[in-house]
């Protein structure tokens, strides 16, 4: 069996990377690139990638995905990887590492991840509403609101390529998860692109307060994240407008062009967004798992 060098993946190999693990739609921030290299040929074997997310107890995981490619697979590429991974996270504080298995990814990852320690600790749930029942609700608490006087005056929403791009990203980092400087870099290209149409941010006073990334293709539009500033946030005396001004938005631009259904996800510990798909009536689109392997020794 070869030897197995892990290398930061710089250059030509972040595009090997790249490709091996692309990323998905709205999954912005990964941070820490890296590649398994046959020592003797330099020849790539395998890529992994992480990403610090914060958890409910406000400590950070560091969410990984590893690839390897078929020829490659049962010859301890992935664990090396992964116990590269798990070194860095050990020395910069994090918890755990985490991974997110797809529904269509779990036969072939799930044995590996076993024999690699990881337990399945949550679930995330893909819901898929139907937009005029979220118009039904939101368009009228969202009157109440107004008429409660609850919304700033000075409160706008704006698309993306016209918010302070830098502010938006940390907030993501704060909330989310991922790198704030990799998360602006994902967000200025989106920013430029037609992908990014639909994504837009809450300015009170020109200060960022919330943002909505989301897109539509044909009849279905997908939220991949929404996030408002801590202060924003509903619960406890907070009425929660922010949020809610945000999903209005993009549920009244969806019925413009066309949008149907709506999809989102979340993990069983995020009870504002599962309250919303009880409201809505959403039906649960896929299910996939949230794996843990604790750092601390
Ligand atoms: C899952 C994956 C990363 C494993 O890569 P790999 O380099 O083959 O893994 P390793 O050689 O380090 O395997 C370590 C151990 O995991 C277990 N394992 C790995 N693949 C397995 C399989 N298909 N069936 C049963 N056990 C398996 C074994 O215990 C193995 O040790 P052993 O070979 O000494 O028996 C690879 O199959 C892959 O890229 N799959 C597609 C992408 C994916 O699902 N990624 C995981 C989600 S992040």
Redesign the pocket.
Known sequence: MPAIRIVAAEGIDRRACRMLLPDKPGVVGWSQLLVAKDAATGAIL?AAKGMPVRMESSQFQLR??????KP?????????LIDHLAGHAREQGFQSLA?L?EPE?RD??L???S??GFQTVDRMTTFEARVERMAAWLFERRRWLIDRGEIPATARIVPLSEAPIDAVAELHARSIGGVAPRIAASLTELARSSDGRDTVVLLIDGVVGGYHHCDSKGDLSMTHALAVTEDLRGGGAGSGWAGLLLLADRVEEGIRRGVVRSRFSCLSTVRPTLRLANIFEADIVSIGEYLCRDLVR
């Open positions: 395998g990984i995905a590893v690839h390897v490619p490659f697979r049962r010859r301890g590429v992935a664990t090396a991974v298995l990814d072939a990852a044995p590996f991840l024999a690699r």
